[in-house]
């Protein structure tokens, strides 16, 4: 701020220039692009695909991309996918997360530590590549262990030595939601549980799930909503860059 406004003191800066460079959001008059979020939180405004036209989403991503900011949009269907690829085919899409990413800065050599991706069945995997597409696309190191489930419990206590050097772990499970309170139980990091609307009849499109979650008795659960896997990665990355030394 003071550089821009020394600019503007020894005229080599307009008046208007000036205000364009230290607006916090742009106004696209359907919606308002917080282009400051990144100084304050660490990472650019994610776009949520679901419900926006793809003009909308064209245009807020390209509003996000002029200011040489990462992409990541989340909730798109393949359809809306192509037609976004065909304006901007330098994006990536990743068909089972249903996500669109772009990574326009370059990242510095990552660190030795990783976030651990759980989840309990194949059924639950879109919700788990959405976290786990996520993560990285943030900028940590992501472990996947899928088809861990309850149901046969010896194929998680397999993997059990790599899932406790994680520095956080995201368990996706649907049907009674069980998966985990039984890694809570066996690692010393903070797990992220998110519920899947995976299941029969009394799953309750994932409430069961969600409730059998937040009366886990095992220490050290947070649970984010049903089938929010973006949510879980995202809170998964704060943890990690803290335990990485990534605060800035």
């Given at each position: 701020m003071e550089e821009i406004l020394k600019k503007v003191q020894n005229g080599?800066?307009?008046?208007?220039?000036?205000?364009?460079?230290?607006?916090?959001?742009?106004?696209?008059?359907?919606?308002?692009?917080d282009h400051h979020r990144k100084q304050r939180q660490g990472f650019p405004e994610v776009i949520y695909g679901e419900g926006k036209t793809?003009?909308?989403?064209?245009?807020?991503?390209?509003?996000?991309?002029?200011?040489?900011?990462?992409?990541?949009?989340?909730?798109?269907?393949p359809d809306k996918a192509d037609k976004i690829l065909e304006v901007h085919p330098e994006l990536t899409y990743h068909d089972m997360a249903q996500i669109l990413s772009l990574k326009v800065e370059e990242k510095r050599e990552k660190k030795e530590g990783y976030i651990?991706?759980?989840?309990?069945?194949?059924?639950?995997?879109?919700?788990?590549?959405?976290?786990?597409?996520?993560?990285?696309?943030?900028?940590?190191?992501?472990?996947?262990?899928?088809?861990?489930?309850?149901?046969?419990?010896?194929?998680?206590?397999?993997?059990?030595?790599?899932?406790?050097?994680?520095?956080?772990?995201?368990?996706?499970?649907?049907?009674?939601?069980?998966?985990?309170?039984?890694?809570?139980?066996l690692v010393s990091h903070p797990v992220i549980a998110v519920p899947t609307s995976v299941g029969y009849g009394a799953n309750f499109q994932g409430l069961s799930a969600l409730l059998t979650m937040l009366n886990s008795c095992a220490s050290g659960i947070s649970v984010v909503n049903i089938d929010n896997g973006f949510g879980g990665a995202y809170n998964a990355v704060l943890i990690d860059r803290l335990a990485q030394g990534k605060e800035e």
């Amino acid at each position: 701020m003071e550089e821009i406004l020394k600019k503007v003191q020894n005229g080599t800066l307009s008046i208007e220039d000036a205000k364009k460079k230290l607006a916090t959001y742009e106004d696209l008059g359907f919606a308002k692009v917080d282009h400051h979020r990144k100084q304050r939180q660490g990472f650019p405004e994610v776009i949520y695909g679901e419900g926006k036209t793809v003009e909308q989403i064209i245009a807020i991503l390209q509003a996000i991309k002029a200011k040489q900011n990462d992409i990541l949009i989340t909730r798109i269907s393949p359809d809306k996918a192509d037609k976004i690829l065909e304006v901007h085919p330098e994006l990536t899409y990743h068909d089972m997360a249903q996500i669109l990413s772009l990574k326009v800065e370059e990242k510095r050599e990552k660190k030795e530590g990783y976030i651990a991706i759980l989840c309990a069945g194949t059924s639950d995997l879109r919700i788990a590549e959405e976290a786990a597409v996520t993560a990285e696309a943030l900028g940590s190191n992501v472990r996947r262990f899928y088809d861990v489930g309850v149901a046969g419990i010896h194929r998680l206590l397999d993997q059990a030595p790599a899932i406790q050097d994680a520095t956080v772990s995201v368990v996706i499970a649907g049907m009674e939601g069980a998966l985990p309170s039984v890694v809570g139980g066996l690692v010393s990091h903070p797990v992220i549980a998110v519920p899947t609307s995976v299941g029969y009849g009394a799953n309750f499109q994932g409430l069961s799930a969600l409730l059998t979650m937040l009366n886990s008795c095992a220490s050290g659960i947070s649970v984010v909503n049903i089938d929010n896997g973006f949510g879980g990665a995202y809170n998964a990355v704060l943890i990690d860059r803290l335990a990485q030394g990534k605060e800035e």
